[in-house]
């Protein structure tokens, strides 16, 4: 009996060290798509709607300011889903939710670096002509559009990797 106690005992702050793993990674994703979301709705109609030469201006102004917020939500939305596959690759019910969730962000970032650095740079450089100025922008928010959804649901399936996390433990 004092056995199982202890090893009870030693068990217990390992599941909530996992439990708090799979949460901030699911915070971290919803943060990362409450943040696109607060660009998309704030900035893309506004860019729209402002003449070329703002438009750069304001680019050249900001854009850094974007990326240094935005860059740790990347990374962490990352890393934390490919710790939770690591931590409970044991479950199998859990890591596929995980596993889903990590390669969803995984495509976000395929998404950015494809389109979205070149994109990012031809603003910040003014190497887009202002008669399709217009065009890259409406471009831009489809492709971040995409991405959005994307942080969503992969937020959705860690979300239900925790849960399936969390039925799996309470039958131990």
Sequence with gaps: MKRKLAIGLNILPMKRLIFSIQLL???????????????????????EQIPAEDFFNWYSNYSSGIEATTGPLVMLSLFLPLLAILLVRKIPQSRIYWLISFLLCIGIMAITLSYFVEA??????????????????????????????MALISAVFAGIGLLKYLSNSNED
């Design 25 to 47: 990674g699911i915070i971290s994703i919803a943060a990362f798509a409450g943040a696109m979301i607060m660009l998309y709705t704030s900035l893309v109609s506004f860019w």
């Design 120 to 149: 990012n740079t031809s603003f910040a450089t003014r190497s887009i002509e202002a008669a399709h100025l217009n065009e890259s922008i409406h471009r831009w928010g489809d492709l971040h559009l995409l991405r959005i959804s």
